[in-house]
């Protein structure tokens, strides 16, 4: 259960290396690591902190999926803005660390129904914003809605790369080399590599705060 009593400014440089701290264990040891007394001893700070700056834990993993979406949503909106949009938002949906913290937050979300709805909330956010701005995109290449719809391709494209990212962790590879490469010929096709325009990858530490859109 959530709380809303907060003590601690947002702003704070303890609060930001609680989360910090927070999302590194997620990503080392996995959700089920993250209890007050772990976060504390990462951040280099006394136990009684964490619960100055979040009431609940839960409070504290819904203000990492708060921080995370909102990260990913500037990042998004500069890959579909750039030059070479379908490019950027298909590196995008391949950064290692949001598909992992995606994974962590999807099993916490099964668990805790306010992180559920929460996650849900901002998928929709982003899918609503993929397909629109993908429907001007494929409009200006000249893709018919037959080809592959704009509701159709960010499904296709975080999906498939969420898919991959989960094998190659556990090991499995076979068909990967194919599929990015069928992939990629078809962002060809619209995006000749090579060309400026593309967005940065993300830094390590955006990597690390954010949490994958759907």
Do not use: C
Not at 3 to 16: I, K, N, P, W, Y
Not at 32 to 56: D, E, I, M, N
Not at 121 to 135: D, I, M, N, P
Not at 146 to 157: G, H, R, S
């Amino acid at each position: 259960m959530t709380s809303s009593r907060r003590l601690g400014a947002e702003d704070s440089a303890t609060r930001t290396a609680l989360l910090d701290a927070a999302i590194a264990l997620m990503l080392e040891e996995g959700y089920a690591s993250v209890t007050s007394r772990k976060v504390a001893a990462r951040a280099g700070l006394k136990p009684q902190l964490v619960h100055y700056y979040f009431a609940t834990m839960d409070d504290l993993f819904l203000a990492l999926v708060r921080r995370g979406a909102q990260v990913n949503l500037e990042r998004q909106v500069q890959a579909l803005a750039s030059a070479q949009p379908l490019r950027a938002l298909w590196a995008f949906s391949n950064d290692p660390a949001s598909a992992t913290l995606t994974w962590e937050f999807a099993a916490l979300g099964n668990h805790r129904k306010a992180i559920r709805a929460e996650l849900a909330g901002y998928a929709e956010q982003f899918r609503a914003l993929q397909t629109e701005a993908l429907a001007r995109i494929l409009a200006g290449y000249g893709v018919a809605a037959e080809e592959i719809a704009a509701e159709v391709l960010p499904v296709l494209l975080t999906g498939l790369s969420q898919i991959l990212a989960m094998e190659e962790t556990l090991g499995l590879t076979s068909g990967h080399p194919q599929m990015r490469a069928k992939i990629e010929q078809w962002i060809e096709r619209f995006e000749p590599s090579g060309v400026d325009g593309t967005v940065s990858p993300p830094s390590r530490l955006e990597s690390s705060r954010a949490v994958a859109s759907p």
